[in-house]
């Protein structure tokens, strides 16, 4: 087998997710713009900028439910992990390219996964330290009531998905960013781990890609 690979330089920031299209190519994320990404001609076509008000905030961790949409949200841009506010948001993109803000106050918004009825969303908020279940609507993709949080003992979290031989285990990503050698030698010894969660009473499923 042949891997093949090359780099390439977006304007304006960091990336935050790169997802498959439906329709061809990528959709990707950098800054506060979400671009189409076509590899083979390297081009870049943004389609969606958000928060032009908050020129500091920028895309990060984005997932796609069963139905093709595209959740992902933002984050301020920050040089120390406690300087993060909550100014950032949760965004729905539907299949029309259509953008629903569903939640604000979000300091670093990060990833998601859904159980195989779609049913629940898992949703990481990570300076909260917690994963939030929420009761979810495939069809009209809202979500209600928060189910469940889970509490975490790393103060950075950062994506989530289902997975296991059952899809039946939510494994959740954390992060060492900024954290000082003291902090990783005492309340922070976990930092950087993967978590296994089990027990859940849901299963979930392998990720789909973006329908727009």
């Known amino acids: 087998m042949f891997l093949s690979s090359f780099v390439s330089n ?24 979400i671009a189409e990404f076509d590899w083979e001609s390297r081009q870049v076509k943004p389609f969606i900028t958000v928060e032009s008000d908050k020129p500091g ?6 997932k ?35 953008i629903h803000a569903i ?3 979000i300091n670093i918004s ?7 009825d779609d049913k629940t969303m898992f949703y990481n908020h990570s300076l909260p330290r917690k994963v939030f279940s929420y009761d979810y609507d495939i069809t009209t993709g809202e979500i209600c009531k928060i189910l469940k ?11 989530c998905c289902f997975g296991g031989p059952n899809y039946d285990e939510l494994y959740v990503t954390s992060s060492v960013d900024e ?10 010894k976990l930092a950087g781990s993967v978590f296994k969660v089990t027990e859940l009473g849901a299963k979930g499923k392998a990720a789909p890609i973006f329908q727009g």
């Open 64 to 98: 796609c439910d069963s139905y093709g949409r595209l959740w992902t949200g933002t984050t301020a841009e920050y040089k120390g992990i406690l300087e993060v506010t909550e100014v950032g948001r949760l965004y729905k993109i539907d299949k029309d390219l259509s």
């Open 110 to 116: 990060n990833g998601m996964a859904w159980t195989s």
């Open 10 to 33: 977006l304007p304006g920031g960091n990336v935050g997710f790169i997802i498959p299209r439906e329709s061809g190519g990528y959709i990707v994320s950098y800054f506060a713009q």
């Open 103 to 105: 939640e604000d106050k």
């Open 57 to 62: 905030n920028r895309f990060n961790d984005g």
């Open 149 to 159: 949080s889970i509490k975490f003992p790393v103060s950075q979290i950062t994506s």
């Open 179 to 188: 954290l000082t050698e003291k902090q990783l030698q005492n309340e922070e």
